[in-house]
């Protein structure tokens, strides 16, 4: 029996979401969860301050780059089995980790976390563009949101074993998550379909009518990666905001997410995902005004101006983010982990890249605002012209 043929419908199985929104979730609690954790890990291994960006990097390249054969794999002998071996790996890393003597180990211990999730990132999304039409935007934008949602509330999950336990406690709540998630996919119907069909990288990377869609998502990813980089800096060490509340920020700026994700799916069955992502990315300049704003003269006293810029944006990511995706992966029905794949590699490479710069370059507010406004006008004129020579 075809794979095809075993895969129940949406119309019969209304909650197969539930599968790839559990995966997807892998990615953004490798990363955020353990930030609350960073300063402890490295005061333990005696490493300085600055080192716990390693913590970030060795998880991301993995992520990153592990999408496209496990992209491919999943198009050749299904999504579920690769999803089992991106779960089990996720947890042997945080086996790893939670036990490391040593710094190094420690490290290695994140990287197989990162090839993990690189494999449950990439069965999620290839399953969802499995059961869209073509450009469907429904699916997608609830994966946004979750990986939205997940990223703001991870440090507060986090907060309770580190505050008991210590830092290796919450490498035990990796390892937690992953044998339940284990558990509940081995239900997973397998959404592959039974040609198997792959697609070499350079035909995908030559798709045209992938390109605008796909760099909208890449700088909806330096978006978030980039607040996520210099969120610690501001609130913590300028502001002098204690771990607790810096969660509590975080799990705000969540409902504010969760409340706004609500409404893209009634969205997506009015308006083209084209238009979703143009609203996405008038909302990202509006971001990028009140934070360039916020930093002028004095600067910022108190962390509002910074979250509620920050909030308006992860809004911006939702509509952005999700219509994108759907619209980058809908020339590729038949191949879609191979397409996924190499959709995730760019935006986590580039990403990383651009995150890196920032860092590096010592980036404040008002520069990230400026960043973001700059590519928010531009992608957005991009947008609206192709909109109008298409007519």
Do not use: C
Not at 116 to 137: E, I, K, L, N, Q
Not at 288 to 308: D, K, Q
Not at 347 to 357: F, V
């Amino acid at each position: 029996m075809s794979a095809s043929s075993q895969m129940p419908s949406p119309a019969t199985s209304p909650l197969w979401i539930l599968y790839p929104v559990l995966l997807v979730t892998f990615s953004p609690l490798g990363i955020d969860l353990l930030l609350p954790a960073a300063n402890a890990i490295t005061r333990a291994f005696d490493r300085t301050p600055d080192r716990a960006g390693l913590l970030l990097s060795v998880f991301l390249l993995p992520l990153g780059l592990g999408q496209i054969p496990f992209g491919r794999l999943s198009d050749r002998i299904g999504r579920r089995p690769v999803a089992l071996i991106g779960l089990a790996l996720f947890g042997a890393g945080a086996v790893l980790g939670m036990t490391a003597p040593s710094w190094s180990v420690l490290l290695m211990g994140r990287g197989l976390q990162g090839i993990g999730a690189s494999a449950t990132t990439v069965v999620a999304f290839s399953a969802v563009r499995d059961r869209s039409v073509a450009g469907g935007a429904g699916g997608f934008a609830v994966l946004t949101a979750v990986l939205n949602a997940a990223t703001a509330l991870s440090p507060v999950l986090s907060l309770a074993p580190l505050m008991l336990f210590g830092w290796r406690a919450v490498f035990g709540l990796y390892v937690l998550l992953a044998f339940l998630a284990l558990t509940v996919i081995r239900g997973m119907p397998d959404t592959a379909r039974s040609a198997g069909s792959v697609l070499p990288v350079r035909a995908i990377l030559v798709e045209q009518k992938a390109w605008l869609p796909a760099a909208i998502t890449i700088f909806a990813m330096i978006y978030m990666m980039g607040h996520v980089a210099i969120a610690p800096a501001v609130l913590m060490g300028r502001l002098g905001v204690s771990e607790p509340v810096f969660g509590a920020l975080f799990a705000l700026n969540a409902v504010v997410v969760v409340l706004a994700s609500a409404t893209v799916s009634p969205l997506s069955s009015r308006v083209s995902a084209t238009n979703l992502a143009r609203i996405g990315l008038a909302l990202f300049a509006v971001s990028g005004i009140w934070l360039s704003i916020a930093s002028l003269g004095e600067g910022m006293t108190t962390p509002m101006p910074y979250v509620g810029a920050i909030a308006l944006g992860s809004v911006g990511f939702t509509y952005a983010f999700g219509p994108g995706q759907g619209l980058a992966m809908a020339p590729f029905a038949d191949a879609a982990g191979s397409a996924s794949g190499v959709l995730g590699a760019l935006q986590l490479a580039i990403a990383s890249i651009g995150t890196a710069a920032l860092s590096a370059g010592g980036a404040t507010v008002g520069s990230f605002g400026v960043l973001v406004l700059t590519f928010s006008i531009v992608l957005g004129t991009i947008s609206l012209f192709e909109g109008r020579r298409a007519h």
